[in-house]
């Protein structure tokens, strides 16, 4: 039995099988393309946020007596 309204006649199982192909061949290079540029964008993130990484800096408590001693106001940026 044919569906109503569907003009389209029906493909062979081989027909649908080179469809199914082409069309997963397609998906798979789409997909490829998209992780390609997935990477390209993570990297350059990753770049930028190393741009932007600030070290920290041990102090031990003489430096900080003697930073306190030549800087009073410094003693926030401890806290």
């Known amino acids: 039995m044919k569906k109503s309204g569907s003009n389209i006649p029906e493909e062979t199982p081989e ?3 080179k469809r199914l192909r082409k069309e997963n061949s397609k998906l798979k ?3 490829k393309s998209q992780k390609e540029a997935d990477k390209a964008k993570i990297s350059d ?10 070290p920290t800096i041990t102090v031990t408590e003489e430096q900080r007596k003697l930073l306190s001693s030549l800087f009073p106001d410094i003693d926030s940026l401890f806290s």
């Not at 990753?46 to 932007?52: A, V, Y």
Request: glycine share 0%; net charge positive; proline share 0%.
């Open 29 to 31: 290079s789409k997909l």
């Open 45 to 54: 993130l990753k770049k930028e946020l190393k741009k932007k990484d600030v």
């Open 15 to 17: 027909q649908e099988l």
